[in-house]
């Protein structure tokens, strides 16, 4: 009889798999997690936990959304992206008013353009990416951003883009690494002590020539 030596376990970063979408039973956890990651952030201009979660799960639900999840079905992280819309702020318009009321809406909706921005046509933005602290520094976000390029490239999108703020500098770090340029930086002047940063920098990652 042969003895096999116990194999090591299997290293975490080929536990999780990205895929389009949320898994529904991950949902919830999906808003929680990007509440908690950037509440610092949106704590003022989205309000109480409870109203927060009502309006992420109207406005996340008509965006795309990429998430990671183990192979015991824990949801490790999301990302979510846009392309070119047009209509993209009346549709914010209509969730800021659903959660809050048409005055609150349009005093959140006035805040929350600091920090929003609608990618032209030929980019894709990439709006929020978030990785639960438990399975970070594992390649989780590196894939998550792997898979956005993946729909870039098939959509011929020219350019991804996204807004990083400037002390965040691990998250930066991942961007440059990946190929992300610094295109442009961004003050949210006087409004610093609502969410919780001053500077920003918009980085792009070039597709195609344009
Ligand atoms: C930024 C964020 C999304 C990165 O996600 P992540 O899953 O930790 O990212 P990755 O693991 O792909 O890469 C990050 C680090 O892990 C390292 N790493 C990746 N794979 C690795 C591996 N197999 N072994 C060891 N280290 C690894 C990378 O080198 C990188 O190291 P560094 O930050 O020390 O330079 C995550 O930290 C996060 O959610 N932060 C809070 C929210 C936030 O800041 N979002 C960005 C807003 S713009």
Redesign the pocket.
């Given at each position: 009889m042969s003895h096999s030596t116990p194999r090591p376990p299997l290293s975490p970063?080929k536990d999780f798999k990205i895929q389009d979408g949320v898994p529904s039973e991950n949902m919830d956890s999906a808003y929680l997690l990007f509440w908690k990651?950037f509440a610092r952030k949106l704590k003022i201009p989205l309000g109480s936990q409870e109203k927060a979660m009502d309006f992420l799960r109207r406005s996340i639900s008509s965006r795309s959304i990429v998430s990671a999840t183990s192979r015991s079905g824990q949801l490790l992280?999301v990302a979510t992206y846009k392309g070119y819309n047009p209509n993209a702020l009346n549709e914010e318009l209509k969730h800021l008013f659903a959660t809050y009321g048409k005055i609150g809406g349009i005093l959140r909706g006035i805040l929350l353009s600091q920090l929003d921005h609608q990618p032209k046509a030929g980019q894709m933005m990439v709006e929020?990416?978030?990785?639960d602290e438990s399975?970070?520094?594992?390649?989780?976000?590196?894939?998550l951003l792997g898979y956005i390029k993946e729909q870039a490239l098939r959509q011929g999108v020219e350019m991804v883009i996204?807004?990083?703020?400037k002390k965040?500098e691990?998250?930066h770090?991942?961007y440059a690494r990946l190929g992300y340029r610094d295109l442009k930086r961004h003050s949210v002047g006087i409004l610093a002590p609502i969410f919780g940063f001053k500077d920003s920098i918009r980085m792009g990652l070039r597709l195609q020539p344009q």
């Open positions: 970063i990651t992280g929020s990416i978030c990785v399975a970070r520094s594992q390649g989780v976000g590196r894939s996204l807004d990083v703020i965040n691990r998250a770090r991942l």
